[in-house]
């Protein structure tokens, strides 16, 4: 610092934490929507980073939609950001059992029915129909999937349809 100008040292220690936040993992990412890749490779590739560990088993096809709310001022603080993702996973029936294990077990989301949840929205064509809904397992997806991104993770549920073909993920940071 001693070379850098003093009226431009606070610039460069700025300068400095941005280029580490950006570089540490489970920092901010960026939003994220699977529209934009192209291929099952690319989208599998992206939830593969987001989960812990490695994968309990091959996905067939993943689909997602990561979202930013920045909130200018409110109950948490002059300005802040909370963040969501909504995951479809396809797997292979047989590999349901393997997805559950490395969980654990979960409540059906306050609130929730087949046709009114986070995981049913008319902006993801692949987001969960009803019949997905019913009869599915419910599990807490923090073992699972990686509870440092954006700074903390707030909650979540991780369901699995009743046929063990899907997997989907909603989960919560501030």
């Known amino acids: 610092m001693q070379c850098i100008p003093r009226r431009l040292r606070g610039q460069a220690a700025l300068l400095a934490v941005s280029v580490v936040h950006l570089l540490v993992p489970g920092c901010h990412r960026g939003t994220a929507d699977s529209k934009t890749l192209s291929t099952p490779q690319e989208r599998t590739r992206w939830v ?3 989960i812990s560990g490695r994968l309990p ?6 689909h997602f939609n990561e979202i930013e709310s920045k909130i200018p001022k409110g109950h948490m603080g002059p300005g802040y950001s909370m963040w969501w993702l909504h995951l479809k996973i396809e ?3 047989q ?3 393997a997805w559950a294990a490395r969980t654990n077990p979960g409540k059906k989301g306050v609130g929730w029915n087949a046709k009114q949840n986070p995981m049913l929205n008319e902006k993801m064509n692949w987001s969960m129909p009803p019949e997905d809904f019913e009869g599915a397992s419910w599990y807490d997806p923090a073992p699972l999937f990686s509870t440092g991104a954006h700074g903390g993770y707030i909650g ?10 899907r997997v989907y993920v909603w989960q919560h940071w501030r």
Do not use: C, E, F
């Not at 088993?57 to 993943?62: E, G, H, K, L, M």
């Open 91 to 93: 797997i292979d029936p």
């Open 57 to 62: 088993t091959p996905i067939v096809d993943a």
């Open 156 to 165: 979540g549920h991780m369901i699995i349809n009743k046929a063990g073909t």
């Open 48 to 50: 593969a980073s987001r």
């Open 95 to 97: 590999d349901a059992p």
